[in-house]
């Protein structure tokens, strides 16, 4: 018989396969509730900034109005948070020229020190009672 790259039945010469053992079943999973798990911006850029590699974090509105942030001291949030609409708006106008849809994370590298920038689609808030 041919060597082929596709599954074929058995050789009736084979011996049978082992009878498989039957899943252990397992009682209800206890489920995920992540509207008790909300992290707040503080807690995400610090746990962000936490990360091997990772040399500071920031969160901005769209606007580019700063929500919080933990970068180096020799930076300024605010100026940085001020600019990510202006660097997206100009590379998003590039890529829609190019036809390629619209931008939705950057990465580039200035000196030696590589950034990595997201956007993400909506911020959710609820009300604390």
Do not use: C, H
């Amino acid at each position: 018989m041919a060597d082929t790259n596709y599954y074929t039945r058995k050789m009736a010469s084979e011996a049978p396969a082992e009878e498989a053992v039957p899943a252990v079943k397992r009682g209800p999973s206890p489920g995920t509730s992540f509207l008790q798990r909300y992290a707040t911006p503080n807690e995400i850029v610090s746990k962000a900034a936490t990360l091997d590699g990772v040399g500071g974090a920031l969160i901005a509105l769209p606007d580019g109005l700063l929500v919080a942030s933990k970068i180096p001291a020799d930076m300024n949030a605010d100026t940085l948070a001020a600019f990510l609409p202006q660097i997206f708006g100009r590379v998003t106008q590039a890529t829609r020229e190019l036809r390629m849809g619209d931008l939705n994370n950057l990465n580039f590298t200035v000196g030696n020190i590589p950034w990595k920038i997201f956007r993400v689609g909506a911020i959710t808030s609820r009300r604390l009672e």
